[in-house]
């Protein structure tokens, strides 16, 4: 197997989706520059803070343009998903434009808090090899303010005050809104298909 290329994004979850990878008998590959997409099989882009930090990074990192010109599958996580997006609410900020559309910010309401903390179900919307084996409505875990809008790359939603992309695919790019490296089976299960079997 080739290696994966995860982009350390300055995220506190890195550690913790590496060692995700790792127990799917993953070969995974940090990377800080361009340089280490260099062979890389599949990438992926994990994040967590703020879409301007998490832009400001990857142009620091001389990685904005070689993620927009990326060859090989890719698959966000977080704030990684939000920014596969042309831009977001939260500064204001283009991002990688790799999907369309633009992230927003969740409006709280009565029993619905922000940010979205915690267990929540995913609602199927289409056929994808990233939900095979994953069962109708399970659970996943989220933490987040802003979410991206369902459009026809949505496979997945999810309900906190209204429905959002909780799983995209669109060719190559995928994402996923919560932390699957945190989402037991349901997460193990969406990194094993996105290894494995992934989108083209």
């Known amino acids: 197997m080739s290696e994966v290329a995860l982009i350390d994004a300055g995220g506190a979850n ?8 790792e127990r799917l008998g993953v070969q995974v ?55 596969l997006f042309e831009g977001s609410e939260e500064g204001h900020v283009e991002c990688l434009g790799l999907l369309p559309g633009v ?16 267990w929540n179900r995913l609602l199927p919307l289409r056929p994808s090899t990233l939900l095979d084996g994953v069962p109708a409505r399970a659970s996943a875990y989220f ?18 005050g209204g429905l959002f992309a909780a799983v995209v695919q669109q060719g190559r790019y995928s994402g996923a809104q ?20 992934p989108p083209t």
């Open 143 to 160: 933490v987040h303010s802003y979410a991206a809008p369902l459009g026809q790359h949505t496979v997945a939603a999810c309900d906190h």
């Open 29 to 83: 590959r940090l990377v800080r520059d361009a340089q280490g997409l260099q062979g890389a099989s599949q990438v992926i882009l994990p994040g967590v803070g703020t879409a301007p930090h998490g832009m400001a990074r990857l142009h620091a990192q001389g990685l904005v343009q070689p993620l927009r010109e990326l060859q090989v599958p890719l698959l966000g996580i977080c704030l990684g998903m939000q920014l």
């Open 178 to 197: 919560f932390h699957p490296e945190r989402s037991a089976a349901t997460g193990a299960q969406i990194l094993r298909n996105f290894i494995e079997n």
């Open 14 to 21: 890195l550690g913790s989706v590496r060692y995700a990878l």
């Open 103 to 118: 992230v927003r910010r969740l409006h709280p309401a009565t029993g619905i808090r922000v940010p979205h903390m915690g």
